[in-house]
């Protein structure tokens, strides 16, 4: 059985273009980041470069998140945003999303392939940039290492060559930008994007717990925020004929949440946090072994980094100075003492 991967961790409800609204004349929200400067338009629908304000709320956020787990003594690990291929294969993404899914080619050729690849190139720019034929790709091949889908893909291989987990399972805090291939002029929607994940591994009832808490936490950390919550049963775009039986398996178990915010489009909400429970999927693929020899479970949260970064400039205008005082001070001031309180309030 293919089971749930988090792929559509930053999955978004409304499936059209959302970046536009076809009703009026009135600037998207996309213009207002562009023509702001807090997003630079790269002439590809979904890659941006990012302002230093932009950044900035990024980190503030990255922050913030860091307290909001610390006392789950996660280990740090960070990766490029690439794995290698034999574990992209392993981790049957291709079966269930080969649509998102972004390979890297490099040329592998001789002189003579360089001569065909420079004339094929030649040929190529005589055209405009949409005209342009792929020919000279012809002569790259597939590398050992493809884009990262999801920023707790590469951990799992990782962590099962350690061999069988300690008693309490193994909790990691990672991040990474990620690659979908779904260029879209929403920009809650971004071909190239940040994840920032705890992934635990251990028994069910390990990771039940887990995922539990981060809901609570999750939600906490957005009405910090002053963002408006929701938390709603969700599954991921698994693609093809086969795919709407997949998906409604996942909500039957109801082994994935989103919490969705509304961000580009006034009509429809973007998951900008998700929760998820895999089960025993990658458990069994890279033979990740509980203390008693027992397939493990895994799950994990993810923050949209960009996506609740959207949220904010949304939702409290696009002048950061100008944002709510207790959000600023939550950011910029006292981060770590004010997610403690909002902890200890909580009771998460
Ligand atoms: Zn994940």
New binding site residues.
Partial sequence: MNTM??TA?LEHRVEADAGTDARSDAPTFRDELLAAGLLIDTGENGLYGRSQVFEDVIDRLNAAITHLGADQAPEFLRFPPAMRRTDFEDSEYLKSFPNLAGTIHSFCGNDSGHQRLLRCLDDAMDRSDDDRDDEWMAQQKPTRVVLTP????PVYPVIARRGPLPEAGRTIDVMSYCFRHEPSLDPARMQMFR?R?Y?RIGTPEQVMAFRQMWIERGSLLVSLLQLPVEVDLANDPFFGRGGKIVADSQRAQALKFELLIQVANPDGKTACL?F?Y?MEHFGAIWKLECADGAVAHTG???FGMERITLALFRHHGLDVNAWPDDVRALLWGDTEARVARGLAGAGA
């Fill in positions: 991967t988090d961790v999801a920023a707790c893909y994840q994940e992934v998700s998820n895999h994990c949260v993810g």
